[in-house]
């Protein structure tokens, strides 16, 4: 049962242009989202997050947007580079989770294209 | 200085044998944990632990056990290696219930 859904598994975007990966969850006693970045052969580096009550929270050209009553999520990028091309995972943690344990969605692979 | 370390990278092996994976932290976080990344490349939680409590994940076979020499430390053994343990496994650390850094992994494969 996934509590945490990425459904696309990959997304291509022009250099330039914005990418807008999108994160859905079944369980409303989540109380906070990362959204991770993975490069081949690394570990998961954290990006960006957002508390539950919060709907927007802004890094740089990272964007996250939190929409509670449709539990979705989304991770926008601008300008999108060729760097950023990773897979990047959304995670939530449960409120009150001992010890902060996350769940992951199943990550979505981001191409930019030159 | 690597925050978040594991070794080995790589770790090839026969069904059967009992193995171990090494991680430490230069963070001074108080919280580790061990997550595994299958075939299907879902990231899932395994152990968390901290100097007073450890939490296991209910669907984690008792072949796994963690192991804490220190506050820096936390090491997986698994004994009896199965072919379905084939996997990328993650090692983590955080202050709790904050961001948690990722070490590079290792990717096991039983024969």
């Known amino acids: 049962d996934q509590q945490v859904k990425q459904n696309s598994p990959s997304l291509s975007v022009q250099e330039g242009r914005i990418s807008i990966l999108n994160c859905d969850y079944t369980?409303?006693?989540?109380?906070?989202f990362l959204w991770y970045k993975k490069y081949p052969a690394e570990g998961p580096t954290f990006l960006i997050s957002i508390s539950s009550i919060k709907d927007k929270n802004e890094d740089g050209r990272f964007t996250v947007f939190l929409n509670k009553s449709a539990k979705h999520l989304s991770l926008h990028i601008v300008p999108s580079q060729p760097g950023d091309s990773a897979v990047y995972f959304c995670?939530?943690?449960?409120?009150?989770?001992?010890?902060?344990?996350?769940?992951f969605g199943k990550g979505t692979k981001l191409s930019v294209k030159p | 200085d690597t925050a978040v370390s594991q070794t080995p990278k790589y770790l090839v092996t026969q069904m059967g044998n009992d193995k171990s994976i090494k991680c430490e932290q230069n963070?001074?976080?108080?919280?580790m944990y061990w997550y595994k990344q299958d075939s299907k490349k879902f990231l899932k939680i395994m152990f968390s632990y901290n100097n007073k409590e450890l939490i296991i994940n209910e669907t984690v076979p008792n072949r796994f056990s963690p192991k804490s020499p220190d506050k820096a430390h936390l090491n997986l053994h698994i004994n009896s290696l199965e072919l379905g343990d084939s996997a990328v496994y993650f090692c983590?650390?955080?202050?709790?219930?904050?961001?948690?850094?990722f070490g590079p992994g290792t990717r096991l494969t039983v024969l």
């Open positions: 963070l001074g976080h108080d919280t």
């Open positions: 369980n409303s006693m989540f109380d906070y």
């Open positions: 983590a650390s955080s202050q709790v219930s904050s961001t948690q850094y």
């Open positions: 995670a939530a943690r449960l409120l009150g989770g001992s010890q902060g344990n996350l769940i």
